[in-house]
Structure formats: C-alpha cells, structure tokens
C-alpha cells in the first residue's frame, strides 16, 4: 500500500484509532461461546468469521460512494472475503456506517443494528460516523454526534472521505479483532 | 396498463372497490440510492400514491453557511451532491466572484471547464453503474467505476481528493494543472469513445433494457415546469435547457457542442440524454484542451478576508443532474446572512408523486433510477 | 430589451399600480411594520390604509438588498407613477438574474400566475428573516426553461404572523418549496395542502433558520 498523495486530511494507515473494547458481557448479550468455550472450535469459527464478512448494503452519504469503490474492481474488497453486500441486515455480518446519521435516521439505523444476528460487528466510516465530522458545530440541531452514540463501534475509520485503502485497512482491522491475529502484512510508510 | 391507470384514478383516495394496502420502502433501501423513504398506497402491484419522505440525510448545509466565513463554508459545497462536487464549488465560488467582481484568468477558468466536465462523466458513470443494478444487472457497475476510478485518478493528482474536491478557489484555483494532468486528460478523451460504444452496443441496444425503460414513467415537458425539473430530465422531455447555454458562466460560450434532447419524455429519453452528455463533454474537453494556454491561475487581487457588498447574489451551474443554483444574501459582513441552494434533486423528486400514479412498482423504481437522485443533494 | 421582459414589467406593474388606489386593495396591516405604530393598533387580518403599499414595497427593495435603490443597473422605462423600485430590469451578469419585482403579500399569487403564463418554472421559495426590521422576506425564484430568463419576486411579512397565500396551485413544485420554507422559517402558507415537517423531524416545532433560534 502506497503513501497517500500529497496529503489532503488523508488518513494514514496508522492514524486508526482502537475503538473502545466493550468488557466481555457489559454491552453485548451474552454468547454461548462466553459459557462454555471449545478452544479450537471458536478459533476455526473466528476464522472462518473473519473471512468472509458480509457488510450490509446501507450508505447513508458521501461515504458509501467510496464504500463502493472499495468494492469494486480497482480496489476489489474481495480479496479480504468482504465483498458480498447484503441487503437485509438478517444475513449481514458487518455494519458499515457510511456517512452521516442525522436524528431523524438515528432510529432507522439503531433498528437496522438490532435487526442484525449475532455476532456481529459495526465499522464507523468517516468523520461523520466517528463524531459528526464537518457537520459537528456549535447550534447543529440535526445530526448525531457519532454513531457510538447510537450502539457499540468496533473500528473507527477516519477521513471524509475515507480513501478506499483506508477502508480496506478497516476490514483488516475487523478481521484482526475478530481473530486475534493480523494475517496481512501492515502497511509501512516511507518516512 | 392503460386502463388500469384510469380505474385508478377514478379512485384516487383509497375510497375505490379495490383493496389497497401501504408499502413503505426505505428509508434504508437498496434500490433507493441512500436513505429515501417511499410511502406508497398500493393497489395490487399498482401504485395510488407513492409520497417521498425526505430530511433523513439533512445536513444543515444552509445554517451552516450562516455560521462560516465564506472560505470556510468552501468545503462543504462538494459535500451537497458528492457525485458533482467541482459543479458546487464552482458555483459557490462563482457567486462571490460575481459579487466581488473578481475577474478570474483564462487558464484557471479553461481547467474548471476541464474539471467539470471529467466530473460530469464520472458522476453520469455512477448513475449508469447504479441504474443498471437497479434494474437487475451488476456488471456494468464494474465496468462504470473502473472507468470513473481514471477520472478519479487525473482529479487525485490534481487536488488530492478522490471525491470531495474543493479545488476552485475564490478567483481561480488550489493549485495549477501540470502536464501530467493535461497529458492524462488527453489520453482518458481517446480512451472514453470507445468504451462508450461499447457500452451502448452492450447496455444500450438490449432489449431487456429497452423494454425496462421504454415508454416507462413518462414526465412531459409541461410537467418539468409545473416542478422546476431540470438537468436530463427535462432534457430528455425535449426541452433544450441547459444552464451552460441559457445562463452562460465561465468560458462555455466558447466551445462548440451539442445539447442532447430527445422528445420520448421517457425512461429510455433520460437514459439516452445522460450518454449523449457524456459524448459532448468529452468534446468539450478536447476543444479547452486545446484553447488552453499558458498564464496565471489565481486572480492577482483577491482579499484575504472576504466580505462581499450588501445585497443578494445568485449563481447557477449546470451540475450533472440539472441546475443547481447558490442565492446568498449578504448584509457587508464576514459570512453570509443567508444561503440558499437550489438543489436540482430536490425538484426533480418532487415530480415523482405524480408522475408514478398508476405505475407498476418495478416500473417505478425504474423511473426513479432514471432521475439519478443523490439524496445529501436533496435533503441538503 | 426582450420582448418577455418588456411584457413581464408591464403586467407587474399592473399588478402593483393599482395598488395605489385607496381602499381597492386590501393590505395586511403586516404588510407595514415600518410604522410600528400601525402595526401594533391594528391586529394583524384587519385591511390597513392601503396607500402605504407602494412606498413600503420600494422600501422593502432597498432594504432587501441592503442598498439604495439607485446603483441598480439599467434601470427600465417604466411610466412614471409608480416608483420604478419595485419592478426592476437587473443585469445579469451582476446579480444572477434579469427581473425583479416586489409585491405586497397578497400579491404573490397573481404574481405567480403572471409568470406561469409567460412559460416560466419555479426554481426555489427562499425565506430570509430580517430580524432588525422584524420582517420576513420571502423570495420566488423562477427561471424559463426555453429562452433561460430569470425572474425574483420578492415580497415581505411580518415576523410575527408570517402568513400568505400558497402558490402551489399555481406551480405543483412550491408544494415542496413551501414546506421547506415553513421548516426552516416558520412561514405559514395559506392554503396549502400539507404544511408538516418535512426535512425536519415528523414531531419537530422548531425554525431553526429564524436569526434567534436556540437549539
Ligand atoms: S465524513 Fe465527509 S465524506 Fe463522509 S459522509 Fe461525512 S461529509 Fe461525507
């Protein structure tokens, strides 16, 4: 992966934030792996969880167009087993918050959480999602500052838009929380 | 389905012997294209009444003009209708040339012409990609964002931003275009043509898209005026409107091209219009090429702090999907008193309600990817 | 000149000339607030003395763009006894449009109609909230899809009772238009079909584009 061009607020691989780390059971209904625990079962499952992502289809704004170039033959999510989009949050894995939630989708998007199955995991993309980004100023009375507002994020993409790579980065990230492991190199930047 | 329509009309209230029933599509939908929610009164498969529900994407664009200095507010302009974000920007800061009566240079208005028009192909790209998925097939989704991802690329190299570019400036630009830009352009204007026939012998000429489109959703010219539609849509019923001719801004006047009408005031008519653009943009493109000459990019007097002389000022532009339009008030001061934008999405949605009365709701939803909506552009 | 403006100048002035009359034509005491003794005697449906009306609608168009009338560039031949203020040929190239007209509250249909004949579409409904003046302005932007004129009809209420008639009989687009500009200023149209929240909130009783708005 390449630097960014000359840089315009392009996030850098680097500048991910971790998202907050919900303590085992506070936030997330428990899960029969949390009672009882199969070592080698759960790291197969993680595995195979990790691998094959399916994102809901949900852009909001800006953000979604790059979500799907992201998904698209240039930059081709498919490579990291993301790339099946489903519309229906039942069968979807990984919600990616593309773009602004203002108060009036807010319930719109909490329902579409709760719609979704365990496991499952939220990807914050963009400075809208992350907290309101350009459209957080004193006297805004429409948008929701952030979506972890909302429900639990599990990564944090930032940028406005985040470029593609930075949201191929993120899934990466997903995948490493979801195992444990990073299993694709990390992007070095020249200094 | 003729028929069907008049029965229906006959009971337009709900009031008629036919069972009807509410469907509400979005405001998370596929096929609307972002958070556009549908409540529609169905009878059977067919449509009394479908009422678009909008403000799920509001943005606060035109508070927040109130509470930014002009240069501040910049950004924000390619944050309206993503898709056409050089279009914005040129017309915002097109508003404060005006009123500031900054004379900008040749070069930097030769290159916003360059820039605008590859945005225009890219944006109608997108429209294409998503249509046809509306419509059932993905691949040309593929085909269009691999071409859009070359656009993307030459604007990259010059502003930085693959989507939000914000490149004018108040009297010209961020920064000068380099031969590489210039020399990418030429060659993305010989590699487009073919491709573009490619796309119409594949997509185009089937007949699975014609009989998708064709005759569907028809939206009269007269109706385009009642609403203020503007852009492919009104294009597309026959009228040869367009903001570039009717309301000359920047070199346009200079260039020789076409304006694409077709009188079907059909799906199909929009469709074609929006390909037939994308053909004289790239004419376009190559004459500013070539006229382009040597020379300053940025007006040599432009204030570091902008205050504009009290009074109202508007500017319009033609983005890629109609006319779009920035009214600004001002009262002398640092930011604007007031700011309106005139959104192209906006009106052209507007018409929906009536122009899918008696509509089958596949057929609908076709029409409505035929009007190339971009809902941050309406909700604003 | 063109020939539609010469025709849209002549039947706005008109439309706004008979407005001298006394006593023909009923104007809101709103339409006044420049006399705040008026404005405050007079509740605000009652019909006030109506030889105000064209002065004020000159004044309303010096306030509105914040200068005097007179640097307003080609100014057009219009017959001597109405101001030539309110009805206005405009450079294009310096405001962004050819014609402006100023008209009472209840004008604005008429207006509407008047451009609706001459082949023009809608472009937007505009509120600005002149808070100093305790006025709402109200801007109809309009734009001719054929020969790509661009007309502004501006009038003005009071802040208060911000109140007029709707045109969206006249254009289907102000339907929209309007519920937008009642969002974001409060402005109640009369007459209007469906006048709820419609980028705000379904529950939302807020304006927030109003100059004193508190979130
Ligand atoms: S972060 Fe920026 S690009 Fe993304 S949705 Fe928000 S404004 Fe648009």
Redesign the pocket.
């Known amino acids: 992966m390449e630097t960014p061009l000359k840089s315009m607020g392009q996030p850098t691989p680097q500048s991910f934030q971790p998202g907050p780390q919900p303590a085992p059971g506070s936030e997330r209904p428990v899960e029969c792996s949390q009672i009882a625990q199969f070592a080698k079962l759960d790291d197969l499952l993680a595995l195979g969880r990790s691998y094959s992502l399916w994102p809901l289809t949900f852009g909001l ?3 979604a167009i790059e979500m799907m170039a992201a998904g698209m033959a240039r930059w081709d999510l498919a490579r990291f087993g993301a790339e099946v989009f489903r519309p229906s949050p039942r069968q979807a894995d990984v919600m990616i918050v593309a ?2 939630v203002n108060k009036k989708m807010a319930p719109a998007v909490k329902l579409l959480y709760d719609q979704m199955l365990e496991p499952k995991w939220v990807i914050a993309l ?3 999602a992350l907290s309101g ?2 459209f957080n100023f004193a006297g805004q009375y429409g948008i929701v500052e952030g979506v972890d507002k909302l429900f639990p994020v599990d990564v944090y993409v930032p940028g ?2 985040p470029r593609p790579e930075a949201i191929i980065e993120g899934i990466l990230k997903l995948e490493e929380k979801i195992t444990g492991k990073r299993h694709f190199p990390v992007a070095k930047l020249k200094e | 389905m003729i028929a069907r329509k008049d029965s229906l009309s006959a009971a337009p209230d709900g009031q008629g012997p036919q069972e009807t029933f509410v469907l509400n599509l979005g405001p998370q939908h596929p096929a609307a294209h972002g958070v556009l929610r549908v409540l529609t009164t169905m009878e059977g498969e067919w449509i009394q009444r479908a009422e678009p529900v909008i403000g799920y994407i509001h943005r606060m664009h035109e508070k927040m003009g109130e509470n930014r200095t002009w240069a501040k507010f910049l950004p924000n302009t390619s ?1 309206i209708d ?1 898709l056409s974000a050089m279009h914005y920007t040129h017309a915002f800061v097109g508003v404060v040339e005006r009123a500031l009566k900054i004379e900008v240079p040749a070069r930097a208005e030769y290159i916003r012409v360059i820039t605008s028009e590859l945005n225009r192909i890219a944006s109608h790209m997108v429209w294409w990609g998503a249509l046809l998925s509306d419509l059932g097939g993905l691949t040309p989704f593929l085909y269009a964002f691999d071409d859009r991802e070359k656009i993307l690329d030459l604007l990259e190299g010059l502003c930085g931003a693959r989507l ?1 570019y914000c490149y004018y400036r108040f009297g010209g630009l961020y920064n000068d275009a380099d031969d590489d830009f210039l020399n990418g352009t030429r060659a993305f204007v010989k590699h487009m043509p073919p491709r573009l026939r490619m796309y119409r012998d594949l997509v185009s000429d089937n007949i699975i898209l014609r009989k998708r489109l064709e005759e569907i959703g028809p939206i009269s010219a007269e109706m385009c005026r009642r609403y203020g539609a503007t852009g492919p849509v009104i294009r597309g019923a026959g009228v040869a409107y367009d903001v570039r001719r009717c309301e000359p801004y920047s070199v346009y006047p200079k260039f020789d091209f076409k304006i694409p009408t077709y009188p079907q005031a059909d799906s199909m008519a929009r469709y074609l219009v929006r390909m037939d653009e994308m053909e004289q943009s790239l004419r376009i493109i190559d004459q500013a090429l070539d006229q382009i000459t040597a020379g300053p990019f940025m007006a040599p007097k432009v204030p570091r702090v902008i205050k504009l002389p009290p009074g109202d000022y508007c500017y319009a532009v033609e983005a890629a999907r109609g006319r779009f339009m920035v009214r600004i008030v001002s009262d002398g001061k640092e930011m604007p008193y007031r700011l309106k934008l005139r959104t192209p999405s906006f009106s052209n949605l507007s018409l929906f309600e009536e122009a899918s009365r008696g509509m089958i709701l596949p057929d609908a939803l076709a029409m409505m990817g035929s009007l190339d909506l971009v809902i941050p552009d309406i909700d604003r | 000149m063109n020939a539609t403006l010469e025709r849209l100048t002549s039947q706005f002035v008109q439309l706004i000339g008979p407005a001298a009359v006394p006593a023909n034509l009923p104007v809101r005491a709103a339409a006044g607030p420049h006399e705040p003794a008026t404005a405050a005697a007079i509740p605000a449906p009652v019909p006030a003395a109506a030889p105000a009306t064209v002065p004020t609608a000159a004044a309303s168009a010096a306030v509105a763009t914040g200068t005097p009338a007179a640097p307003k560039p080609a100014a057009p031949a219009v017959p001597p006894p109405p101001p030539p203020s309110p009805v206005q040929v405009v450079d294009h190239a310096l405001k962004g449009y050819h014609f402006d007209a100023t008209v009472s509250p209840d004008q604005v249909v008429s207006a509407a109609s008047i451009l609706d004949r001459e082949g023009f579409a809608l472009d937007a409904v505009t509120g600005v909230d002149w808070i100093a003046q305790s006025q709402m302005e109200v801007v109809y932007d309009y734009f001719h899809p054929v020969n790509g004129l661009r007309a502004v009809v501006r009038t003005r209420v009071n802040r208060a009772e911000p109140e007029l008639a709707t045109i969206s009989n006249v254009f289907s687009g102000a339907n929209w238009h309007e519920r937008e500009a009642h969002d974001f200023f409060g402005l109640r149209f009369t007459g209007h079909p469906n006048l709820t929240p419609f980028l705000l909130p379904e529950d939302a009783t807020f304006h927030p584009l109003r100059k004193d708005y508190q979130p």
Do not use: D, K
Request: positive net charge; aromatic residues 6%; proline residues 13%.
């Open positions: 704004a800006c953000c773009g602004t963009g400075n809208c980004g350009p406005c838009p | 944050r993503y939000t």
